[in-house]
């Protein structure tokens, strides 16, 4: 039995948005091994049939010593495993999983989920890792790029530029984000930010238009779900207290409060392809987001959504302003036009066939 083996550096991502891959690939006839650093969603991967493999590291950061460890457990794991293909994902198992994958003359094909922040904000650290990124990808099989500004930036630095497929980030299931009725509440706006609460997500910009809107339109309320950083918490505290925004920690079933708001909102910095995006607008939710390659993709101006420029409370405040003065009869249709085009563009199921069209190759199938 063929082996592919995926090189993750979390749980919840795999299981949330390739877990269609996963089960394609099983049903296909092939063995599937997962590794990862453990998280409770493991569990739930061993039961659709996968194995498990424990690579413990941490995403962030990069000491040199710690980084050179994971690259000997990975030449280690592919010697134990010997897959017959490999698919990585996310920045630290894209280099070192690649570089791996080519001393071992293991095929491989990764995906850029994203830019991150140690390249968006230039620097040393971005030079050095676009040196390591070239190193990692020189042997890939192919490269998946989630949008055209990240494969841009790639062959603008000369780290990779051949073999590449384009495709619409993890894709969205349809039949699990299916359109929620409209919200008949027109006495109150209630928006909605699914992310991280970080800076890179455009908390800050997000909290600020929050307590001006509120200020000018009082029928207005502001949700947030989502894991919240350490040097947030207090902030988020005390926004809280103040009744700015209602937050609701880790939400299992985001379409629980979809269901009850009117847009969702994402002003963030950089993505790879904006998933919160892609559920908001299958559930027939409009969307607010930043004009940034990975966000600006997922919405049409005017017609699915309404986009502002990054880093700019201002710009997100008078983006929230248009979305107030439609109608409710406009809104409504502003999200159901968002589910036509996830429907058309954003089928998970787009993604799922590139990924076994590329395995199939390389295993002459």
Do not use: W
């Not at 962030?60 to 010697?79: F, Q, R, S, T, W």
């Not at 990585?88 to 094909?109: E, V």
């Not at 248009?322 to 809104?331: P, R």
């Not at 589910?339 to 590329?358: G, L, N, P, T």
């Amino acid at each position: 039995m063929s082996k592919v083996l995926f090189l993750v550096n979390n749980d919840v991502g795999i299981y949330n948005f390739r877990l269609e891959v996963i089960q394609r690939i099983i049903k296909e006839g092939y063995e599937v091994i997962i590794s990862s650093p453990y998280g409770k969603r493991i569990d739930d991967l061993i039961e659709e049939g996968c194995l498990y493999k424990n690579i413990e590291f941490s995403r962030h950061g990069m000491n040199p010593i710690k980084e050179c460890v994971l690259i000997a457990k990975y030449i280690k794991l592919l010697k134990e495993v010997k897959p017959d293909v490999v698919l990585s994902y996310t920045i630290k198992p894209n280099i070192y999983g690649g570089i791996a994958c080519s001393l071992t003359k293991t095929p491989y094909i990764a995906n850029i989920t994203g830019l991150g922040t140690a390249i968006e904000n230039g620097g040393m650290i971005q030079k050095v890792l676009c040196v390591l990124y070239k190193i990692g990808l020189r042997k890939a099989h192919k490269v998946f790029f989630q949008n055209e500004g990240n494969k841009e930036f790639f062959a603008n630095h000369d780290i990779y530029k051949e073999k590449h497929i384009l495709i619409p980030g993890s894709g969205v299931n349809l039949d699990r984000y299916s359109p929620l009725d409209y919200s008949d509440d027109m006495e109150t706006t209630k928006f909605l930010m699914i992310a991280r609460i970080m800076k890179d997500k455009g908390i800050d910009e997000y909290l600020q238009a929050a307590e001006t809107i509120r200020g000018k339109y009082p029928n207005t309320e502001f949700h947030i779900c989502g894991f919240c950083e350490p040097e947030y918490e207090s902030r988020m505290d005390d926004i809280k207290n103040k009744g700015t925004v209602i937050y609701h920690g880790m939400v299992k079933d985001v379409q629980k409060l979809l269901k009850e708001t009117h847009c969702t909102v994402l002003p963030s910095y950089h993505e790879g392809m904006a998933n919160v995006l892609l559920e908001s607008a299958s559930s027939a939710r409009p969307v607010i987001a930043t004009n940034i390659p990975g966000c600006r993709e997922t919405f049409d101006e005017g017609i699915t959504g309404i986009g502002c420029e990054a880093k700019s409370a201002q710009s997100l405040i008078d983006a929230i302003e248009k979305f107030l003065a439609l109608s409710h009869e406009e809104k409504v249709k502003m999200g159901k036009e968002g589910r036509v085009k996830m429907e058309k563009c954003f089928d998970r199921q787009i993604v799922v066939e590139a990924y076994i069209k590329e395995i199939n190759t390389i295993l002459n199938k």
